[in-house]
């Protein structure tokens, strides 16, 4: 090879290499953005939601592989109000409520149908409360169950990670009760093992199991209620003040113009008199 040929060659090698850093600068991952309001995104132009699905009604699929719900029409609502649209993330709840997801820029806020509790409180910062809710006992229908008590020597299933497995938890020990607790990774799988007559009875916040026995008639039913008296609550990374703001302020909107009300109807029903 002469030399000439060896210079065009180190030519082109140069070439391509400003070709790559060009590419590679281009295709760098996104650091994030910020709104014109000011507040900073993990993702710039969306609101990246963590959620944990299924939880209907409050987050699911739809028949074309949407996640739609009440919790999603209400951070849409957020999303609108900083000119951004949502992206959902599907991600286990363990990493949503010990505020993981968060801190390690997975998403900007969690919507999961999530309970304001003390200990969550120590990571995560919460928005007013804008749904509460309790805990129900739901069996496969004409099962004669009303009370824990009644479960001794049975299976009892619960959602692992949530207020009602802890709550089962807490009681059963409470009052030394002999139930057989199992512990499911999501309310699909519970809810299967509930109708496959895996366990006899099974937990979770009573609007799950309306919408449940909404979508399969006659095939389970509450059987007992527990007064937990929960309110969810959505999430920032602690410290983000000012996505917490935005939060807050589409609530309060939503709540004083009927929005609220109107996404109430739509994904939870007849709201109850207060
Ligand atoms: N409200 C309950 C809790 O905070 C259950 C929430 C489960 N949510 C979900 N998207 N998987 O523990």
Same mark, same amino acid.
């Given at each position: 090879? +002469?030399?000439?040929?060896?210079?065009?060659?180190?030519? %082109?090698?140069?070439?391509?290499?400003?070709?790559?850093?060009?590419?590679?600068? !281009?295709?760098?991952? $996104?650091?994030?953005?910020?709104?014109?309001?000011?507040?900073?995104? &993990?993702?710039?132009?969306?609101?990246?939601? !963590?959620?944990?699905?299924?939880?209907?009604?409050?987050?699911?699929?739809?028949?074309?592989?949407?996640?739609?719900?009440?919790? &999603?029409?209400?951070?849409?609502?957020?999303?609108?109000?900083? +000119?951004?649209?949502?992206?959902?993330?599907?991600?286990?709840?363990?990493?949503?409520?010990?505020?993981? $997801?968060?801190?390690?820029?997975? !998403?900007?806020?969690?919507?999961? *149908?999530?309970?304001?509790?003390?200990?969550?409180?120590?990571?995560?910062?919460?928005?007013?409360?804008?749904?509460?809710?309790?805990?129900?006992?739901?069996?496969?229908?004409?099962?004669?169950?009303?009370?824990?008590?009644?479960?001794?020597?049975?299976?009892?299933?619960?959602?692992? *990670?949530?207020?009602?497995?802890? /709550?089962?938890?807490?009681?059963?020990?409470?009052?030394?009760?002999?139930?057989?607790?199992?512990? /499911?990774?999501?309310?699909?799988?519970?809810?299967?093992?509930?109708?496959?007559?895996?366990?006899?009875? %099974?937990?979770?916040?009573?609007? &799950?199991?309306?919408? /449940?026995?909404?979508?399969?008639?006659?095939?389970?039913?509450?059987?007992?209620?527990? $007064?937990?008296?929960?309110? @969810?609550?959505?999430?920032?990374?602690?410290?983000?003040?000012?996505?917490?703001?935005?939060?807050?302020?589409?609530?309060?909107?939503?709540?004083?113009?009927?929005? @609220? $009300?109107?996404?109430?109807?739509?994904?939870?029903?007849?709201?109850?008199?207060?």
């Amino acid at each position: 090879m +002469n030399i000439r040929a060896n210079a065009r060659q180190a030519a %082109a090698l140069t070439a391509s290499a400003i070709l790559a850093i060009g590419i590679t600068g !281009c295709a760098k991952e $996104d650091t994030g953005g910020t709104t014109e309001t000011g507040v900073a995104l &993990v993702k710039s132009g969306v609101l990246t939601t !963590c959620t944990h699905l299924p939880y209907a009604p409050f987050q699911a699929k739809d028949a074309s592989g949407k996640v739609v719900g009440f919790d &999603v029409a209400l951070i849409d609502l957020v999303a609108a109000k900083l +000119n951004v649209k949502q992206e959902i993330v599907d991600t286990p709840f363990e990493g949503i409520k010990s505020g993981a $997801d968060l801190n390690s820029g997975k !998403c900007d806020v969690a919507a999961a *149908g999530m309970t304001i509790t003390d200990e969550r409180k120590q990571v995560l910062d919460f928005s007013e409360p804008y749904f509460d809710a309790t805990q129900a006992l739901a069996v496969v229908t004409g099962k004669k169950v009303a009370t824990l008590e009644e479960l001794a020597g049975k299976r009892l299933g619960v959602q692992g *990670g949530t207020t009602g497995e802890e /709550y089962i938890n807490a009681t059963v020990k409470e009052k030394g009760l002999k139930i057989e607790v199992v512990s /499911y990774r999501d309310l699909a799988a519970l809810q299967q093992a509930l109708a496959t007559n895996q366990v006899e009875a %099974a937990v979770n916040d009573l609007p &799950v199991w309306n919408e /449940y026995i909404k979508a399969n008639p006659g095939k389970v039913e509450v059987a007992a209620g527990f $007064d937990t008296g929960e309110q @969810y609550g959505f999430a920032v990374k602690k410290g983000n003040a000012k996505l917490l703001e935005a939060v807050n302020q589409a609530i309060t909107a939503a709540r004083g113009d009927g929005t @609220y $009300d109107k996404i109430y109807a739509e994904w939870i029903g007849e709201k109850p008199a207060s």
